[in-house]
């Protein structure tokens, strides 16, 4: 199966039996096409990058870490199996220094583009660097073309997670690795720390060009966080809101609801029909708690309520309320389905853990609860 993911990017899912055979089987095809396109004839030679990556699900293979694999094979083939366009004799040579990729007034227009995107790029040879007009603006840099920009970078990078990011760092630049991206906290202009996610590119040098390192940062603090299924606050928007939580030190409650069977639905009246459920049961979660807490959409069907400054009888109070009301009926065609749903809560006297480390707890406390039963899809 082949799927176009965006741009001149493509996914393929093989069922081979090794990495191997998907690898020897992608290089006749990039042969092939080379040699058909390397006459006369056509405009220029095409071709293809690839990296292959098994994964097995019942070994805990995530899917995340299977296109983060590929996707470093691909980059790593790339550098290593470019393929020269011939050059014309009557093509005029251009100057080196008009051969860069962008030069300042473009990297600010693109800069500019987005609010929540800042592109930057890393002279490696040099330690001089390029950043975004609004990266200098949200975290305070010091100008768009600071040098030792790793070090000045680090610096604001959330103490918990700096030496992570160092240790990725410094084997993009020892060239160990050609493909970075981690998720982790940046301390912004204000002070608080943003989510980020940050992907770059090792671009090996030539003679003429220096070693770089290109990427951009998405600052998930300020990107779209929100549901469309649901209009709530989605996993990113939660995260965040539970790493603020971590900075006051007062009492916190935590509601978890999920919503069986949405799979079922799914399969036997259309996934349209379990968005109307999940949205008419987030809508009725928000009846429950309103004014007295915020609502997300965890991951799939699951749901988490935090309560400021609560203690553990307000808690359970409104998760009684939840597992009383949730259960409103949905109209599916002719049935009047009502979903079955768990509920579990925590209490904290303080918030003084990871983000994941919560959610984690709050999925396995779901997983003991006693279902609250509804419509049979039998």
């Not at 042969?31 to 292959?52: R, V, Y």
């Not at 003429?208 to 989605?234: K, Q």
């Not at 009492?251 to 639905?265: L, M």
Request: charged share 25%; glycine share 6%.
């Amino acid at each position: 199966m082949l799927f176009r993911i965006g741009g001149d990017e493509f996914v393929l899912v093989s069922p081979t039996t090794s990495e191997a055979e998907l690898e020897q089987r992608l290089e006749r095809v990039r042969t092939d096409l080379i040699e058909a396109t390397s006459d006369d004839k056509a405009l220029m030679i095409s071709s293809f990058s690839f990296g292959c990556s098994r994964v097995n699900p019942l070994a805990g293979d995530s899917r995340r870490q299977m296109t983060m694999d590929a996707d470093r094979k691909m980059y790593r083939y790339k550098l290593m199996h470019r393929v020269q366009q011939p050059e014309k004799d009557d093509a005029p040579q251009r100057p080196i220094v008009d051969q860069l990729p962008c030069n300042d007034r473009v990297f600010q227009a693109i800069s500019m583009s987005s609010e929540t995107r800042y592109p930057f790029i890393l002279n490696l040879d040099t330690g001089e660097s390029q950043w975004s007009v609004n990266a200098v603006r949200d975290f305070n840099l010091p100008s768009q073309h600071p040098f030792n920009s790793v070090d000045m970078w680090l610096a604001r990078v959330h103490p918990e997670d700096r030496d992570n990011v160092r240790v990725e760092l410094d084997m993009v630049i020892n060239g160990t690795w050609h493909f970075h991206y981690m998720q982790y906290r940046v301390m912004d202009a204000a002070g608080t720390y943003a989510l980020c996610d940050c992907t770059g590119y090792r671009l090996d040098g030539t003679d003429t060009e220096p070693n770089m390192y290109v990427g951009i940062i998405i600052n998930r603090s300020l990107a779209d966080t929100t549901d469309s299924v649901t209009g709530l606050g989605d996993i990113h928007a939660l995260v965040n809101a539970i790493g603020e939580m971590r900075r006051v030190a007062r009492e916190a409650g935590f509601i978890a609801i999920k919503v069986d069977d949405i799979s079922e639905v799914n399969a036997r009246f259309g996934f349209d029909a379990g968005d109307r459920v999940l949205a008419e049961s987030a809508a009725c979660l928000m009846e429950c708690s309103r004014g007295k807490g915020r609502l997300f959409r965890s991951t799939g069907p699951t749901f988490v309520a935090l309560f400021d400054d609560f203690d553990p009888e307000e808690t359970d109070a409104i998760a009684d309320e939840i597992e009383r009301f949730l259960g409103s009926p949905v109209l599916i065609g002719p049935l009047e389905y009502q979903p079955p749903i768990r509920v579990a809560t925590l209490h904290l006297d303080s918030v003084d853990r990871q983000p994941v480390s919560i959610l984690n707890e709050l999925k396995a406390l779901l997983g003991k609860a006693v279902q609250v039963p509804g419509t049979k899809l039998d």
